[in-house]
Each structure stands twice: as structure tokens, then as C-alpha cells.
């Protein structure tokens, strides 16, 4: 990865794996396979199995603790890693390669930044079908949300509608916002629509969609948005924002909560420049 503002990013906090309900501070043993390496930025992907009591089985790309724990540990190889996670975070503690990687055992490359965006089409607050594709010629800040979340979800709109608010009038009729529910079953159009005015997110350009949950599904696959549904029915998910410029390609990628929204509206700026 050779962008500036994504090495800042992951250099600060990479992405949380905020928790939404209980805090708790647990490590876990887990196995798989990896999918990508990222030593400079200490980050690794990994298509894991489940994980007893914590997550299903799922492709992540995850914090590691130490670049010096990457060492040796290429695409393919098959890993058990340690994972700690406490309310903020989610990391990787240990890590040992059980076995080299043997061709066609690593599944396809994690999203990187100009990768062209994974196509969608959900439906918005208002009922409407919307398509990523509908939005092409214009920049797309795409975000995951959910209505009920009293953690990170608030404070990630709250971020996206300063920087919507600050756009300049020539920017803002050539962006657009997209936050997509992690939550399908509950967030119907309806209930997104309250959810945006709470938040006083002005729906001119910025779209909150839902969907059936297989096909809400299939868009956090398709992004790698990973997301776990604890006993007492919180729910914990990998908080990420992805910039896609009016070709259709990812621009930029913000894991996590500190990304400013200046630094946003500087992306946005170069993008649409």
C-alpha cells in the first residue's frame, strides 16, 4: 500500500472492531489461511474459522501487535494466531505458520485502494432501489452503520456529516454519501430515514440503505466488513469507511474512528480535483 493517508491511518489504529454492547477484554486461539501481508503497516488478512465463542468463520483483515510478528508469513500459508480484543480493538497478540502456503488454498486478494468498488444495489430510506453504479461520475463516501449501535456509530455519522456539512457547494453536488445497515432485520427504510434526521444527515446526497439481510449480507462480504452477534444481542463490527472516486475505484480507505473529517475533505478534494 503505498498511499500516504491510508499509512497514517492504519499507523494510528488501523480499524477497531468496535464493540456496540458489553465491554469485555478476552484473547482467543484461531487458525487460517492468509490472504495478505502488510508488515510496514502491521496488518494482515486472514480467511479464519470460527472462533468458539467469539466470530464465524470470515475473511478479515486484522491489527497485528508487532511488524516483526509478519516475518516469514507469506499469502497461502495456513497460521494460528492468538487474537486479543478488548472494546476499542481487536489485534493479534502471536502468530506461527503451521504450514507454507500451497496454490489455491488463499482465497482471493483483500480490497485494497484502487481496486474497483464492489458493486450493490440495496434500497434507500425512501424505498427507492440504489445502485453504487448510480452515483458513477461522482466521488462515494460508503460507510456501515447501524441504528441501535450506542458505540462507534454515532460518533462515524456524526464524522461523515461534519464533512458534509464543510463541503464546498462545487464538492457537494459531486459527492455523494452512502451508509449501508448492519443490521437489515431492524433498520428498514423507516427506521434509517428517523436514523438520518436524528443525525441531521441532509438526504439531498447522502443515501441510507438496507435490504434483505442475504443481500446485505453479501455487501459486507464483498467489502470485508466483519460482524458478530454476541448472546445478549449486541453487535460487533469492524468500523470502516471507504472513499470511491468517480471511476468507480476505491480512493482511499479509513479504518477505524480517528480519521478527521479535514483529512476526509482534503481526499475528497484531490479526488474530484
Known amino acids: 500500500m503505498s498511499r500516504a493517508s491510508l499509512a497514517l491511518a492504519v499507523a494510528l489504529v488501523a480499524f477497531a472492531f468496535a464493540g456496540c454492547g458489553v465491554e469485555r477484554e478476552e484473547t482467543y486461539k484461531a487458525t487460517g489461511f492468509v490472504q495478505a501481508v502488510d508488515a510496514p503497516h502491521k496488518q494482515v488478512t486472514i480467511s479464519h474459522e470460527e472462533i468458539q465463542g ?6 478479515m483483515n486484522f491489527d497485528v501487535a508487532r511488524p516483526e510478528l509478519l516475518d516469514g508469513v507469506a499469502p497461502g500459508a495456513r497460521v494460528e494466531f492468538d487474537l486479543h480484543r478488548s472494546a476499542t480493538m481487536l489485534r493479534i497478540e502471536a502468530l506461527r505458520v503451521v504450514a507454507q502456503g500451497v496454490a489455491g488454498t488463499a482465497p482471493a486478494p483483500a480490497l485494497d485502494e484502487q481496486d474497483v468498488a464492489p458493486e450493490f444495489a440495496l434500497t434507500d430510506q425512501d424505498g427507492h432501489a440504489a445502485r453504487l453504479s448510480d452515483w458513477r ?3 462515494v463516501l460508503v460507510d456501515f452503520v447501524f441504528t441501535r449501535c450506542a458505540g462507534p456509530c454515532p460518533i462515524q455519522t456524526a464524522r461523515l456529516v461534519d464533512v458534509q456539512r464543510r463541503l464546498a457547494p462545487e464538492l457537494a453536488a459531486r459527492t455523494h454519501f452512502a451508509s449501508i445497515t448492519l443490521d437489515p432485520a431492524y433498520d428498514t427504510g423507516a427506521v434509517l430515514r428517523q436514523y438520518a434526521d436524528q443525525h441531521r444527515a441532509q438526504l439531498s446526497n447522502w443515501s441510507f440503505l438496507t435490504g434483505d439481510p442475504a443481500q446485505v449480507q ?5 467489502y470485508r466488513i466483519g460482524t458478530i452477534r454476541q448472546l445478549d444481542g449486541s453487535l460487533d463490527h469492524m468500523v470502516a469507511t471507504f472513499l470511491i472516486g468517480p471511476d468507480g475505484k476505491i480512493a482511499h480507505r479509513y479504518l477505524g474512528l480517528d480519521g478527521a473529517a479535514s483529512a476526509m ?9
Open 54 to 59: 467469539f466470530m464465524p468463520a470470515m475473511t
Open 137 to 139: 461520475g461522482r466521488a
Open 218 to 222: 453479501a455487501v459486507l462480504d464483498a
Open 265 to 273: 475533505l482534503d481526499d475528497l478534494a484531490k479526488v474530484l480535483s
